[in-house]
C-alpha cells in the first residue's frame, strides 16, 4: 500500500454555474442535481458537503461565448445542455461564504473583456466579504464565439492574448498592492477623518491595452490580492503561471504525461525566481466509487447510459479547435488532420493499455464523463492507492475533481475515499487557520516578497506610490 505521511493530498471541488459541467448528458439520470444550478441552496447545500470533506476550496470554471466549432454552430451545444445555459460565477460566493468558514471560492473570469478597474472591486468587495477566501482563475479565452459577442471577428492569436493579460495583471497588482497602504483607513470619530488621504495613491497606470490613472475604489481587502490560479500548459501558459500562480491546474491522461508536466512547471517557477513549491498543483480527475468495487463499477455502467457522446464531441471540438462531427465515429484518430489536436491525441494514445489505434468514438466515450481529464473507478481503499500513486510518481500536490453527478460524486467521494485518505495520514483532518493563502502555503495572507506581485507595494521596486 502506498505512504507519503509527509505529504498531504489535497482536493478541489470542479464545478460551473450550468448543467452536466463536463459530463454531457449526465443532466438526465434521477439522482443528478445539476439542473438545480439556478437555486442558491443547490451551492450553499454543496459548499457545506465540501467543507465537511475538507476541500480546498470549490473552483468555479465559466465560459463567454458557446461551443460552435462542432457542426459549424452553436446548436449541438444548446440541445445537450453543453455549458449553456451558463450563468455567471461571482455571484454565487457571498452565499457560500455564509454557510462555511473554511472553504475557499475559486473565480474563474477572463482577461480579454472586462476592464481590469471595475474588476478589481469586486475581487475586492468578496474577498473582504469572505474574510479572504477567494482566489481568482486568470483566463485569456478560448471561445472564438465570445469574441464575436464582445464586438470582434475573433480573439487574439494565443500568445497575444497572454500578452493582454500581463499588462491586466500589472493593472491589478498596482490597485490591489500600491494603491492604498496599510493604515490608511483611520477611522477617527474626534476629527472626522475615514481615510488619510496621504495614504491612498493614484496608480497612473498608462500602458499598450490600458490607461488607469487613478485609485483603487476599495479599501485593502483581507489578502489585498486574491489568491491567484491558473490553468494552461503551452509553453507561453506555463511562463505566465511562473510569474503569477499560486495555483495551478492541469489535465493529463497519463502519469508519464502527467510528471513530465508538473516538472516544466516547477522548473518555470523556480526560474523566475520563486521556490519549486510555490503553487499547488492541481490535476483534473474524476471519480466514481462505492463501498466494493462491484458498485463502484455498476455505478460506472449505470453512468454511461445516460453519458451523451455528441455532447462530449462538442465539447472536444471546442477544445481542439477543430469539428470533428466531419468524421464518422469509427475514423481513425490518426486521419484527424489538425495540429491543435495532435497533443491531446498523442496522450489518448499512451493511455491506450492494448495498442489499439484510437477511434473518434474512443474520444466521445472517454471525454463523456469527466471531460480531458481520467477517471477512476473503485472502492475507496482502491482510489486511495491510486492517488497516493499519482502523487507519489509525478510530484502533483492534489486533484481538481470533477463530477460524474452532483452532488453525489462528491458525496462519495467524502463518504468512501476521504475517510480512508485520513486513516492512512495522507488527508487533512481539519483546516489551518487563516485566509485561503495561508491554508494553501501556510506564509500568512498577503503575496511573498518574492512573488513579482509584492514589488507594487508602497515603497516596492516596482511601486509608481511614493512612501
Not at 197 to 222: A, Q, W
Not at 260 to 284: C, F, H, N, P, Q
Not at 309 to 325: H, N, P, Q, R, Y
Not at 386 to 406: K, P, R, S
Amino acid at each position: 500500500m502506498p505512504q507519503n505521511p509527509q505529504r498531504q493530498i489535497r482536493f478541489n471541488a470542479f464545478d460551473m454555474n450550468c448543467v452536466a459541467h463536463q459530463s454531457s448528458g449526465m443532466w438526465r439520470h434521477p439522482d443528478d442535481q445539476s439542473w438545480r444550478y439556478k437555486d442558491l441552496t443547490y451551492w450553499t447545500e454543496l459548499a457545506k458537503l465540501l467543507e465537511q470533506g475538507t476541500f480546498d476550496g470549490i473552483f468555479i470554471a465559466d465560459v463567454l461565448g458557446t461551443y460552435d466549432v462542432y457542426g459549424g454552430s452553436n446548436e449541438a451545444a444548446i440541445r445537450h445542455g453543453a455549458q449553456v445555459p451558463v450563468n455567471d460565477p461571482v455571484l454565487l460566493v457571498s452565499a457560500m461564504a455564509l454557510v462555511t468558514d473554511h472553504l475557499g471560492f475559486g473565480i474563474t473570469a477572463g482577461t480579454a473583456y472586462e476592464h481590469p478597474y471595475p474588476f478589481a472591486r469586486r475581487m475586492s468587495t468578496l474577498d473582504h466579504l469572505t474574510n479572504g477566501r477567494v482566489g481568482w482563475n486568470v483566463v485569456t479565452g478560448y471561445l472564438p464565439s465570445a469574441a464575436r459577442n464582445m464586438g470582434h471577428e475573433d480573439q487574439l492569436e494565443h500568445d497575444d492574448r497572454y500578452d493582454v493579460a500581463d499588462e491586466y495583471l500589472e493593472v491589478l497588482y498596482k490597485l490591489w498592492e500600491g494603491s492604498w497602504e496599510d493604515d490608511a483607513v483611520i477611522r477617527n470619530r474626534e476629527t472626522g477623518v475615514f481615510t488619510d488621504p496621504s495614504k491612498v495613491h493614484e496608480i497612473g497606470h498608462k500602458g499598450k491595452n490600458f490607461t488607469v490613472p487613478g485609485i483603487h475604489l476599495s479599501e485593502p481587502s483581507t489578502q489585498r490580492t486574491p489568491v491567484i490560479y491558473q490553468a494552461g500548459a503551452s509553453p507561453r501558459g506555463i511562463a505566465f503561471a511562473a510569474g503569477n500562480a499560486e495555483a495551478i491546474f492541469v489535465a493529463a491522461s497519463t502519469k508519464a504525461g502527467l510528471k513530465e508536466t508538473v516538472k516544466k512547471i516547477r522548473d518555470a517557477l523556480e526560474a523566475a525566481g520563486r521556490d519549486r513549491y510555490s503553487a499547488k498543483i492541481y490535476t483534473l480527475l474524476t471519480i466514481i466509487t462505492d463501498e466494493t468495487t462491484e458498485k463502484a463499477k455498476a455505478k460506472h455502467a449505470d453512468y454511461l447510459t445516460y453519458a451523451s457522446e455528441e455532447g462530449a464531441l462538442v465539447f472536444m471540438s471546442g477544445w481542439m479547435g477543430i469539428d470533428l462531427s466531419q468524421y464518422d465515429l469509427d475514423e481513425p484518430i490518426g486521419n484527424v488532420k489538425s495540429n491543435a489536436i495532435q497533443s491531446t491525441v498523442a496522450n489518448f494514445q499512451k493511455a491506450n493499455e492494448d495498442g489499439s489505434e484510437w477511434k473518434v468514438r474512443d474520444i466521445a466515450r472517454l471525454g463523456a464523463i469527466g471531460g480531458l481529464g481520467p477517471f477512476i473507478v473503485g472502492s475507496g481503499e482502491e482510489i486511495a492507492d491510486q492517488l497516493e500513486e499519482w502523487v507519489n510518481e509525478t510530484d502533483v500536490d492534489g486533484f481538481n475533481l470533477a463530477y460524474a453527478i452532483t452532488p453525489g460524486t462528491f458525496e462519495d467521494v467524502v463518504e468512501f475515499v476521504i475517510p480512508v485518505l485520513r486513516a492512512r495520514g495522507v488527508y487533512p483532518d481539519a483546516y489551518a487557520e487563516g485566509t485561503l493563502r495561508n491554508k494553501l502555503h501556510g506564509r500568512g495572507d498577503h503575496l511573498p516578497t518574492e512573488h513579482k506581485g509584492a514589488s507594487f507595494r508602497v515603497g516596492g521596486p516596482a511601486s509608481t506610490s511614493p512612501r
